[in-house]
């Protein structure tokens, strides 16, 4: 913890996210750590929403609108790129 390297493997079939150096997301619980913050320094970042079946496509709008906003307010000038992916019904 504190940015100390763990070794704590996921179990088997278990869901993680991951990258090259580690496993980032566990058990759908973002791992919140030095290596993986978010600062305006490290200059990308991608976040992702994503809804279940039961949820408007209006109010997943709503919310990256909403997170659209927000970083505008905390960034200003930065540049911001949304897309919509969609299982093919």
Sequence with gaps: MNGAAVNDPPSPREVIWRDDIG???RRWNLRQGTRTS???ARGRMWLILEALATMPDEALAEATDALVEGLNALMPGCT???QKIAIAK
Aim: hydrophobic fraction near 55%.
């Design 80 to 82: 911001i790129v949304s």
């Design 23 to 25: 496993v980032t997301c």
């Design 38 to 40: 978010l600062t305006a």
